[in-house]
């Protein structure tokens, strides 16, 4: 940070800063491109070796809204099952918050080697593969925190967890926020991704999602955009609702 920047976030009131600061990642995301983007696939190793100098296992600002939403859709003592649990951050605050019996898994060695060091019991599993075999029993949910949107056949997986499960718990980005519209406006496709656009393989709005979860058999029982505009994401949630979860339970079932 140059010596005029310290001085400015020194001397200005907090909210300001904060403010300006806001204003400027917008900007840049309706303009520009992440300074970290490289072409190719993600490799997850390297992304956990990357976050663990920055807050591995912490939750941030914006993971926390979200963990927030799962606390309040599971009741407390639940069997829960967390795909793609990463450094098991939500997974050890629903823990911590709800009780419930909790359980992860990841295709990062590294991840689970991280979690196994926090007390979480994680094991290893590509989703990718049939996802039966690496199921335990039947849990009262399954968590799937933005994970859905980087896998080619979310059908085929979301359809091995029916029989295992009594609800799905899905986080998304919602590709109908007013700033993505704004960014095809301006000739570039909505930025969803961080470290290579090769990140996310699916995107839907809220009126897709609700169409494509009706399609699959599912209803819904809760939506909610946990990230975005605040209180008009609330009250129009697929304009200024930039990040969405669901609550998914089998249409079929009474």
């Given amino acids: 940070m ?8 020194r001397l200005m009131p907090r909210a300001l800063w904060e403010r300006l600061a806001e204003i400027k990642r917008t900007v840049r995301r309706l303009t520009g491109y992440p300074d970290t983007a490289r072409v190719g696939a993600t490799d997850y190793d390297e992304y956990w070796d990357a976050k663990a100098s920055t807050g591995m296992g912490k939750l941030s600002t914006f993971r926390r809204r979200r963990a927030d939403v799962f606390a309040r859709v599971i009741r407390p003592g639940a069997r829960v099952l967390d795909l793609g649990v990463g450094d098991g951050a939500i997974l050890k605050y629903l823990i911590e918050q709800r009780q419930i019996d909790g359980y992860g898994l990841d295709i990062s060695p590294k991840a689970v080697e991280f979690c196994r060091a926090q007390g979480l019991k994680v094991d290893l599993a590509d ?3 049939p996802i039966e075999d690496a199921l335990d029993g039947h849990f009262d949910a399954v968590i799937l925190s933005e994970i859905i949107e980087h896998i080619p056949d979310p059908e085929r997986l ?4 029916r029989p295992h499960t009594d609800r799905l718990i899905v986080s998304i980005p919602n ?10 406006l301006l000739g570039k496709f909505p930025l969803q991704w961080v470290v290579s656009p090769g990140e996310h393989l699916r995107f839907w709005t809220l009126a897709d999602f609700r169409w ?7 209803r819904i029982v809760v939506e909610e955009a946990y990230e975005g505009t605040p209180f008009l994401r609330r009250v129009w949630p697929a304009l200024f609702g930039q990040a969405m979860v669901y609550v998914l339970e089998d249409a079929s079932a009474p």
């Fill in 158 to 161: 979301l359809n091995a967890l």
């Fill in 175 to 184: 590709t109908g926020f007013y700033q993505h519209r704004l960014r095809l």
């Fill in 212 to 218: 494509w979860a009706r399609q699959m058999g599912f």
């Fill in 2 to 9: 140059s010596k005029l920047k310290r001085t400015a976030r």
């Fill in 127 to 129: 989703i990718n593969q």
